[in-house]
């Protein structure tokens, strides 16, 4: 058993095929957005984008009862944007920047006291400031057009009842100041209309500016690819297992598994011996992931006792999910079609490719319990989050539940079929 | 009397799925000599060797090897027996060292015995020059020779083969023979499958013919050959014809016809080896020289036609 346990690792750690799943790939997939340092929220599906509006704006003598600024944070209150921003008011434009830059907000928006004054013709320049996070872009730059649209639309109003005034002025009549705004208000809306359909650029009053203080690489990178190289050791321990599953397939059709049996070992220590070498594969490669992980990403996987249950619950489910496949497999070309199938469905619904999601939806969570993946995910996410023991222990408890009768079933029916 | 026989088939039978792979088998190698079972593809050949070597259970009957029933023993039998496959089975990743030591290892030697035993075969295999090569690479006679040396690492006392000559080339073929000879000279028993029959009338001192699961003749090969009442047919080619010697020729036992056929002259006899020095002697005396000669046996095929109404070889 021992023997044949050191043959198949010997034969699987030569074999560039196995390694390549075992620890090139993972570490690519989860490593190369972080090597090429791309944007990853610019391809992720979009995002709701924190707000945090700071209205300084003060009114100006001609119209006590109005505020521009009032105008553009109802723009934010939009439903139409209701998907995109969640925006919350705030007071200081010091908290404001600290709030971005301390990650608890996504973009500041700070309105000048001097806005409404400015927009009516007046005193100096006063901008518009949008702080944002540097790790994003979709969501600042929805700020920045809604912001834009305003600034252009006030002008256009502005104008546009500087018009009407001056039509009435010729016909004799005299236009309150009210009746002016409510020309204004009336061109705005008309307005918005249009801009939305329109490039914009960056408006002049507005100032961009991206947080110098948030790094991307030393947070957001890493507080992405933390999750992403977890989903990445769930999803290819699962390949492991069934590929090294496979070799008892590929044994028989050798005829080196019939050469085995009519030795003097005993069947089962011939299947044992088969099977302590997925789960040690299993064992090799989630220490190593996990351990390059650290090295590489430095990436924080949590309480080191949390980490081994979940680790083991992994090597277990793995290999037992293998096992089981494979009893019901005839040749090593159905099985690689099957259980590549079989673990790449398993291991997306399990959500190993998606754990990079703010917010998943709620199916996503209930179609994880279905499969192995989703609970031993589960697990590590709560070890790494710094979650409670139970909030990280029960799952590893049921992927190894889990693990332990697919073993059985895989046992049972190899039994039957070599009897 | 047991504990001369090798194996003792007694009443082997094996169904598939009710279609009788093999039926009432009964036959009996001896200790010390080569015993082939011949028969053509789908005869139940390997099903046989596989429930002697405890791989398939047997559907009913038993054998008994080196005296372990191999339905009641099969852990005596499986160290007693060293099998070689039908299919090569083998590691072609690995080296034919590594090979061996693996292999050698399930049959449980390990240490000096093992290594000692891993180069042993190596060199009787042929196969020590290239031993750390990978096994993949080699020819198909080498893996052949491969899957052979694994089977005797253990060093049975009873080797059985599985058409180990299929598909190579002659000299790999010549190779084999030579090596079950060998063997067998060590005090190894044989127990060999073919299709060829020039490999059994070669290599065995006693035949069984096999067909659709059954044994329909066995014995030495003189004793089958007897069994289609064959005779030898020699063709001399002399350097001269006087009446005297063919007449004489007629009348010696065994002889049962002389007849010219041109330049040259037709006997049919019992049994050539022994009509043969006679013929030498007796034309000698008659200072006529023997320029040519050709002997046909009656073979195998002449049997298994006899007995089946078909050819051995489709
Ligand atoms: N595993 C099997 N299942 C069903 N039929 C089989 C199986 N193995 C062999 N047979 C059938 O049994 C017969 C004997 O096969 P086999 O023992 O391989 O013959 P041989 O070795 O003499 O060529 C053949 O008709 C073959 O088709
Ligand atoms: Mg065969």
Same mark, same amino acid.
């Given at each position: 058993?021992?023997?044949?346990?050191?043959?198949?690792?010997?034969?699987?750690?030569?074999?560039?095929?196995?390694? =390549?799943?075992?620890?090139?790939?993972?570490?690519?997939?989860?490593?190369?957005?972080?090597?090429?340092?791309?944007?990853?929220?610019?391809?992720?599906?979009?995002?709701?984008?924190?707000?945090?509006?700071?209205?300084?704006?003060?009114?100006?003598?001609?119209?006590?009862?109005?505020? &521009?600024?009032?105008?553009?944070?109802?723009?934010?209150?939009? *439903?139409?944007?209701?998907?995109?921003?969640?925006?919350?008011? $705030?007071?200081?434009?010091?908290?404001?920047?600290?709030?971005?830059?301390?990650?608890?907000?996504?973009?500041?928006?700070?309105?000048?006291?001097?806005?409404?004054?400015?927009?009516?013709?007046?005193?100096?320049?006063?901008?518009?400031?949008?702080?944002?996070?540097?790790?994003?872009?979709?969501?600042?730059?929805?700020?920045?057009?809604?912001?834009?649209?305003?600034? *252009?639309?006030?002008?256009?109003?502005?104008?546009?009842?500087?018009?009407?005034?001056?039509?009435? &002025?010729?016909?004799?009549?005299?236009?309150?100041?009210?009746?002016?705004?409510?020309?204004?208000?009336?061109?705005?809306?008309?307005?918005?209309?249009?801009?939305?359909?329109? $490039?914009?650029?960056?408006?002049? =009053?507005?100032?961009?500016?991206?947080?110098?203080?948030?790094?991307?690489?030393?947070?957001?990178?890493?507080?992405?690819?933390?999750?992403?190289?977890?989903?990445?050791?769930?999803?290819?321990?699962?390949?492991? $297992?069934?590929?090294?599953?496979?070799?008892?397939?590929?044994?028989?059709?050798? $005829?080196?598994?019939?050469?085995?049996?009519?030795?003097?070992?005993?069947?089962? =220590?011939?299947?044992?011996?088969?099977?302590?070498?997925?789960?040690?594969?299993?064992?090799?490669?989630?220490?190593?992931?996990?351990?390059?992980?650290?090295?590489?990403?430095?990436?924080?996987?949590?309480?080191?006792?949390?980490?081994?249950?979940?680790?083991?619950?992994?090597?277990?489910?793995?290999?037992?999910?293998?096992?089981?496949?494979? =009893?019901?497999?005839?040749?090593?070309?159905?099985?690689?079609?099957?259980?590549?199938?079989?673990?790449?469905?398993?291991?997306?619904?399990?959500?190993?490719?998606?754990?990079?999601?703010?917010?998943?939806?709620?199916?996503?969570?209930?179609?994880?319990?279905?499969?192995?993946?989703?609970?031993?995910?589960?697990?590590?996410?709560?070890?790494?989050?710094?979650?409670?023991?139970?909030?990280?222990?029960?799952?590893?408890?049921?992927?190894?539940?889990?693990?332990?009768?697919?073993?059985?079933?895989?046992?049972?029916?190899?039994? &039957?079929?070599?009897? | 009397?047991?504990?001369?026989?090798?194996?003792?088939?007694?009443?082997?039978?094996?169904?598939?799925?009710?279609?009788?792979?093999?039926?009432?088998?009964?036959?009996?190698?001896?200790?010390?000599?080569?015993?082939?079972?011949?028969?053509?593809?789908?005869?139940?050949?390997?099903?046989?060797?596989?429930?002697?070597?405890?791989?398939?259970?047997?559907?009913?009957?038993?054998?008994?090897?080196?005296?372990?029933?191999?339905?009641?023993?099969?852990?005596?039998?499986?160290?007693?027996?060293?099998?070689?496959?039908?299919?090569?089975?083998?590691?072609?990743?690995?080296?034919?060292?590594?090979?061996?030591?693996?292999?050698?290892?399930?049959?449980?030697? !390990?240490?000096?015995?093992?290594?000692?035993?891993?180069?042993?075969?190596?060199?009787?295999?042929?196969?020590?020059?290239?031993?750390?090569? !990978?096994?993949?690479?080699?020819?198909?006679?080498?893996?052949?020779?491969?899957?052979?040396?694994?089977?005797?690492?253990?060093?049975?006392?009873?080797?059985?083969?599985?058409?180990?000559?299929?598909?190579?080339?002659?000299?790999?073929?010549?190779?084999?023979?030579?090596?079950?000879?060998?063997?067998?000279?060590?005090?190894?028993?044989?127990?060999?499958?073919?299709?060829?029959?020039?490999?059994?009338?070669?290599?065995?001192?006693?035949?069984?013919?096999?067909?659709?699961?059954?044994?329909? /003749?066995?014995?030495?090969?003189?004793?089958?050959?007897?069994?289609?009442?064959?005779?030898? !047919?020699?063709?001399?080619?002399?350097?001269?014809?006087?009446?005297?010697?063919? /007449?004489?020729?007629?009348?010696?036992?065994?002889?049962?016809?002389?007849?010219?056929?041109?330049?040259?002259?037709?006997?049919?006899?019992?049994?050539?080896?022994?009509?043969?020095?006679?013929?030498?002697?007796?034309?000698? !005396?008659?200072?006529?020289?023997?320029?040519?000669?050709?002997?046909?046996?009656?073979?195998?095929?002449?049997?298994?036609?006899?007995?089946?109404?078909?050819?051995?070889?489709?």
């Amino acid at each position: 058993m021992f023997y044949i346990a050191l043959k198949d690792l010997m034969r699987s750690l030569r074999s560039p095929f196995t390694l =390549a799943f075992m620890l090139i790939l993972p570490l690519l997939e989860a490593g190369l957005p972080y090597l090429a340092f791309s944007n990853l929220s610019s391809g992720l599906p979009v995002q709701t984008t924190r707000v945090l509006l700071v209205n300084l704006d003060r009114p100006v003598e001609q119209y006590p009862d109005f505020l &521009a600024g009032n105008l553009l944070a109802d723009m934010f209150r939009n *439903d139409e944007l209701g998907d995109l921003l969640d925006t919350t008011v $705030g007071d200081s434009e010091a908290a404001a920047r600290a709030a971005v830059d301390s990650r608890e907000t996504d973009v500041a928006v700070i309105i000048p006291s001097g806005l409404t004054a400015a927009l009516f013709g007046g005193e100096g320049r006063t901008e518009i400031e949008i702080y944002h996070d540097p790790a994003l872009t979709l969501g600042p730059a929805v700020v920045r057009d809604v912001v834009t649209n305003f600034l *252009d639309g006030f002008a256009g109003s502005l104008i546009a009842a500087d018009t009407a005034a001056r039509r009435a &002025a010729e016909d004799g009549a005299l236009l309150d100041d009210n009746s002016r705004l409510e020309i204004m208000r009336r061109y705005g809306d008309w307005a918005q209309g249009v801009g939305e359909s329109l $490039g914009q650029g960056i408006h002049p =009053a507005v100032r961009y500016e991206a947080s110098a203080r948030v790094q991307p690489s030393e947070s957001v990178m890493k507080a992405q690819i933390g999750p992403i190289m977890l989903g990445m050791l769930v999803f290819f321990a699962f390949f492991t $297992g069934a590929i090294s599953a496979q070799s008892l397939l590929h044994e028989a059709e050798q $005829g080196t598994l019939a050469r085995l049996f009519r030795t003097p070992a005993s069947k089962t =220590a011939i299947l044992t011996g088969k099977f302590a070498t997925v789960e040690i594969l299993l064992a090799l490669q989630v220490i190593l992931l996990i351990g390059i992980g650290k090295a590489l990403f430095g990436i924080a996987w949590g309480d080191p006792i949390l980490v081994i249950l979940n680790g083991s619950a992994l090597v277990v489910a793995a290999g037992g999910f293998g096992i089981m496949l494979i =009893a019901f497999m005839r040749t090593t070309r159905q099985a690689f079609l099957v259980m590549g199938g079989a673990v790449i469905l398993t291991g997306m619904a399990g959500g190993t490719m998606t754990t990079w999601f703010v917010n998943p939806p709620a199916l996503f969570e209930t179609v994880n319990l279905f499969t192995p993946q989703g609970w031993i995910l589960r697990g590590f996410s709560a070890a790494m989050r710094g979650g409670g023991t139970i909030e990280a222990a029960v799952p590893a408890a049921v992927g190894t539940g889990l693990g332990l009768i697919f073993l059985w079933i895989g046992v049972h029916k190899l039994k &039957a079929k070599f009897a | 009397m047991t504990s001369t026989n090798a194996i003792q088939v007694k009443g082997l039978k094996k169904n598939y799925n009710g279609f009788p792979a093999v039926h009432n088998l009964e036959f009996t190698v001896r200790e010390g000599e080569i015993f082939s079972l011949l028969g053509p593809n789908g005869a139940g050949k390997s099903t046989t060797i596989s429930m002697l070597s405890c791989l398939l259970p047997p559907s009913g009957g038993d054998a008994l090897i080196a005296g372990h029933s191999i339905t009641r023993a099969s852990g005596s039998v499986k160290r007693t027996i060293g099998v070689v496959p039908q299919e090569i089975a083998l590691y072609d990743d690995l080296s034919a060292h590594q090979n061996l030591v693996f292999w050698g290892r399930m049959y449980g030697l !390990r240490g000096s015995r093992l290594s000692r035993r891993v180069d042993e075969v190596l060199d009787l295999t042929g196969l020590a020059d290239r031993r750390h090569d !990978r096994a993949g690479l080699y020819s198909g006679g080498m893996q052949r020779r491969l899957n052979i040396g694994i089977a005797l690492l253990h060093e049975p006392r009873i080797v059985i083969f599985d058409e180990p000559t299929v598909g190579i080339d002659p000299q790999s073929r010549r190779r084999i023979l030579d090596g079950v000879k060998e063997i067998n000279a060590r005090g190894v028993t044989v127990l060999y499958t073919t299709h060829y029959m020039e490999e059994a009338q070669e290599l065995s001192h006693r035949i069984a013919i096999m067909d659709h699961g059954r044994l329909i /003749a066995q014995g030495t090969h003189n004793e089958l050959m007897r069994m289609v009442g064959g005779l030898h !047919r020699i063709t001399l080619t002399l350097s001269r014809k006087p009446a005297g010697l063919l /007449a004489l020729w007629r009348m010696l036992a065994g002889v049962h016809s002389v007849s010219e056929e041109g330049e040259r002259v037709r006997l049919l006899v019992q049994d050539s080896t022994r009509v043969l020095p006679t013929l030498f002697e007796s034309a000698a !005396r008659e200072e006529t020289h023997i320029t040519g000669m050709d002997i046909q046996e009656p073979d195998l095929e002449a049997v298994f036609l006899h007995l089946t109404g078909k050819a051995l070889r489709d």
